[in-house]
């Protein structure tokens, strides 16, 4: 959920920007679009990258099962 949240504000952010750009090129820019863009789309990347973090956490159920077993989470080397 914040992973599309966070595209979300990305996408929000670059057309605040696009829209500097525009009214920039016509002499009418306001100072206030380019930080609303700026911020909005570094609080959807900021949000997108924890959704990434959270997503890469190992599940830490059935731990010992996993251990006796002899079953890990990590790929083998292939040397």
Same mark, same amino acid.
């Given at each position: 959920?914040? !992973?599309?949240? +966070?595209?979300? /504000? ?5 057309? &605040? ?6 009214? @920039? ?15 909005? !789309?570094?609080? +959807?990347?900021? /949000? ?5 973090? &959270? ?6 159920? @059935? ?17």
């Amino acid at each position: 959920m914040a !992973s599309r949240a +966070g595209s979300a /504000l990305v996408l929000i952010g670059l057309i &605040a920007l696009m829209i500097f750009l525009v009214t @920039f090129s016509v002499d009418q820019a306001d100072v206030r679009v380019l930080i609303l863009g700026a911020g909005l !789309s570094a609080l +959807g990347l900021l /949000l997108r990258r924890r959704a990434a973090r &959270a997503e890469q956490r190992v599940s830490e159920r @059935f731990r010992t099962l996993r251990r006796i077993l002899g079953h890990t989470d990590e790929p083998p080397d292939s040397d």
